[in-house]
């Protein structure tokens, strides 16, 4: 049986699945557990416009709480550093998914993984001394080691030159090393078999089983999705044999095909809905549905696989930061306002953490009708509550805004 679903439903599902609809989870420990079991991934970035993306990704969710909190988690080995969408923070549970990918020839293949090959052959003693100072020393940074490679690592771009780094991020690729900690943009290195907990399963799972495994928590994450939107979310590109995956879940009854139909018109491709969502489906079909305002990080999990976002949110969005201001269209860190199930607008912020002072350049809604009372409220709520997190003192509006989301947000702030 195929499900059919209004573009509307769609949205609705994608944005429940992202914790981004219904009451938020308490700001505690335990809710922000449970909320990472339900998204899977919280990609990492070092720009602090704001804040660092993997904050605001929780912030979106669960409104003000303590910072601190997803130290402790990585304190308490309970999630991990590793290559998902980006780097990403993950589940330690999920190790068996991440670690399959790393005893593939070391690497990758071709001209790249000989290459990478060889330079460790050549730098066997930096690799070594690596080693030898995590196991006696760790956690360190990449400061705590001396560059004894005999040949330095070449490239056009920023790692030429930084053997220790291009070491232990190969080291990495490997499953040998892994960053626990970040002081600010500092990573912090230890052995693997050293920092993960005792009850982490270490026996190397079958590939059809990994992928099968990382199908679901990706469609779980997606509330709906295709096979190609499956495919570059979670563990992103490491669905071999997909389609026969796909075939075999459906068959077990753990995703279910669906239709989307825009009027009389499908959308093209076939797509999927976890089991999991069934009753949150008909759930909102019988009126439940609560959304919420929110701004998202630019690397939120519900945008970051662009093609999906236009076509699932007819929502076009680029990150700017690398555009040369002049040619810039909404500005170098520029926030996308969620609605509901609809993207509204756009803004351009940044926080002065010298001063204080979180200067709202501009907020650019996506169409006039997107201008009533009710994004509004909606916009100067959720403004307030971010400005509240990032420790803002005080609020300094550009003239780029319209009238009645500038009057709201005053009067929010008074």
């Known amino acids: 049986m195929t499900l059919t679903l209004t573009p ?16 938020r989870p308490a700001p505690t420990r335990e809710d922000v557990l449970k909320l990472l079991r339900r998204i899977n991934v919280l990609q990492i970035d070092p720009i602090r416009a704001v804040e660092r993306t993997q904050l605001l990704v929780l912030w979106s969710r669960v409104g003000v709480f303590d910072p601190t909190l997803l130290d402790e988690l990585q304190t308490d080995r309970l999630i991990f550093e590793a290559w998902a969408h980006c780097a990403s923070l993950v589940l330690t549970e999920d190790y068996p998914l991440f670690s399959h990918w790393m005893r593939k020839p070391s690497n990758g293949g071709g001209e790249w993984g000989e290459r990478v090959r060889a330079w460790m052959q050549a730098n066997d003693a930096l690799r070594r001394h690596i080693l030898a100072r995590l196991r006696d020393h760790g956690p360190l940074t990449t400061a705590d080691f001396e560059d004894i490679a005999a040949v330095p690592w070449e490239s056009t771009g920023w790692s030429s030159g930084r053997n220790v780094t291009r070491m232990l991020d190969f080291l ?46 990706s469609l779980r994450a997606l509330g709906i999705g295709t096979p190609m939107q499956i495919k570059n979310h979670f563990i992103r590109g490491q669905y071999p044999e997909l389609p026969a995956r796909l075939k075999e879940l459906e068959k077990q009854g753990v995703i279910v095909p669906a239709q989307i139909l825009d009027g009389d018109t499908p959308w093209p491709g076939l797509w999927y809905i976890h089991r999991d969502y069934l009753s949150t489906l008909d759930a909102m079909r019988s009126g439940g549905w609560s959304p919420r305002t929110v701004f998202l990080s630019p690397f939120d999990n519900l945008i970051c696989h662009r093609p999906r976002t236009e076509q699932l949110f007819d929502f076009y969005y680029r990150i700017e930061i690398y555009v040369p201001k002049a040619k810039r269209q909404y500005g170098y860190y520029v926030l996308p306002i969620l609605h509901g199930e609809r993207f509204i607008g756009r803004m351009d912020s940044q926080l002065d953490r010298k001063t204080g002072v979180y200067h709202v350049r501009m907020i650019y809604p996506e169409h006039e009708d997107d201008v009533n ?22 609020l300094a509006l550009g003239e780029e805004i319209p009238g009645m989301w500038r009057e709201a947000i005053r009067e929010f702030f008074q």
């Open 373 to 394: 009372a009710d994004t509004a409220a909606g916009i100067a709520q959720s403004l307030k509550e971010l400005s509240e997190f990032i420790g803002a003192q005080t």
């Open 8 to 23: 509307t439903e769609a949205r609705r599902l994608a944005v429940s699945a992202q914790g981004l609809a219904g009451p």
């Open 172 to 217: 990495n690729g490997r499953g040998e090393v892994m960053p626990v900690a970040r002081n600010g943009n500092n990573k912090y290195w230890h052995l693997v078999d050293a920092w993960l907990p005792e009850w982490v399963d270490h026996k190397p799972w079958k590939e059809k089983d990994v992928v099968r495994d990382s199908v679901g928590k």
